[in-house]
C-alpha cells in the first residue's frame, strides 16, 4: 500500500459527460502527478501540482483540467468524454516538487462507452 | 525515436534464474525510474537513481549517465515477480517532473 488513495477505482460513462478523478497524497506529500495508461498511448504525464500551484503540465487535453485543494487532494477533471479517453489514471505523490520518488496510486479505471 | 527505449519488450524465464531488463534513453536527465506494474495494474516504484547502483533485496539497478543506459537485474526470479517493468526518465532541462516513459518489458518467470 503506497498512502495513495484514488477514488472512485472503476467509472464507466457515456461519450459526452464528464467525470470527476480524486487523489489523497500520502501523509506529508506536497506533489501530486496525474498520469494516463492507454493501451495504444502506454503511460504519459498530464500534469503536476505542488501545494496547491500548477507546476508541470504535460499532454493534457484542453477538455481535461485538474486542481489541488489546500488539503492537499487533487481532482482530474475530464469534460465531453470520447471513447478515446478510455484509460487508466493514475495518482501518484511525492515529498517534494523536484525529481523525488513518486509514489502511485491504484489508478481509477475509465471506460467511456 | 522515442526519448526511452526499453528491451526486451517480452522476456519469459525459468524460476531462479538471473535477469536484465535494459533502458536507454536520448535527453539529457535529472532522474531515472524503474517501476513495477502488476496485472491487476498497480504500479510500485522500485528505484529512483541519478548515477552508480542502487540494490533492494534481489533487484539490482545500474546507471550509465555517459551511455545513457540503465539495467534492471533480478536475481533468482520467482514466479511472482511476474509483471511489466517500465523504464521512466525526468529531463535535466525543462521540467525535470515530466516524467517520460518507455513502453515497459513484460516479464513472466515459469515455475
Known amino acids: 500500500d503506497s498512502g495513495v488513495t484514488q477514488t472512485p477505482k472503476h467509472l464507466i460513462t457515456a461519450t459526452g459527460q464528464r467525470v470527476t478523478l480524486r487523489c489523497s497524497p500520502r501523509?506529508?506529500?506536497?506533489?501530486v502527478y496525474w498520469y494516463q495508461q492507454s493501451l495504444d498511448q502506454g503511460l504519459q504525464f498530464l500534469i503536476q501540482?505542488?501545494?496547491?500551484?500548477?507546476?508541470a503540465k504535460g499532454n493534457i487535453l484542453e477538455r481535461f483540467s485538474a486542481q489541488q485543494f489546500p488539503d492537499l487532494h487533487s481532482e482530474l477533471n475530464l469534460s465531453s468524454l470520447e471513447l478515446g479517453d478510455s484509460a487508466l489514471y493514475f495518482c501518484?505523490?511525492?515529498?517534494?516538487?523536484?525529481?523525488?520518488?513518486?509514489?502511485f496510486g491504484p489508478g481509477t479505471r475509465l471506460t467511456v462507452t | 525515436k522515442n526519448e526511452v527505449e526499453q528491451s526486451p519488450q517480452n522476456l519469459t524465464a525459468q524460476e531462479g534464474e538471473f535477469i536484465t531488463i535494459n533502458c536507454s534513453y536520448s535527453?539529457?536527465?535529472?532522474?531515472l525510474h524503474w517501476l513495477q506494474q502488476h496485472p491487476g495494474g498497480g504500479i510500485v516504484s522500485l528505484f529512483m537513481?541519478?548515477?552508480g547502483k542502487k540494490k533492494h533485496g534481489r533487484l539490482i539497478a545500474t546507471i550509465n549517465i555517459q551511455e545513457k543506459h540503465s539495467s534492471l537485474h533480478i536475481t533468482a526470479s520467482h514466479p511472482r515477480d511476474s509483471a511489466v517493468y517500465i523504464c521512466?526518465?525526468?529531463?535535466?532541462?525543462?521540467?525535470?517532473?515530466?516524467?517520460?516513459f518507455g513502453s515497459g518489458t513484460q516479464l513472466t518467470v515459469l515455475p
Open positions: 501518484a505523490s511525492s515529498v517534494g516538487g523536484g525529481p523525488y520518488e513518486q509514489y
Open positions: 501523509s506529508g506529500d506536497l506533489s
Open positions: 501540482y505542488y501545494n496547491g500551484e500548477e507546476r
Open positions: 535527453v539529457g536527465i535529472s532522474a
Open positions: 537513481l541519478s548515477s
Open positions: 521512466a526518465v525526468g529531463s535535466s532541462s525543462g521540467s525535470a517532473r515530466q516524467l517520460t
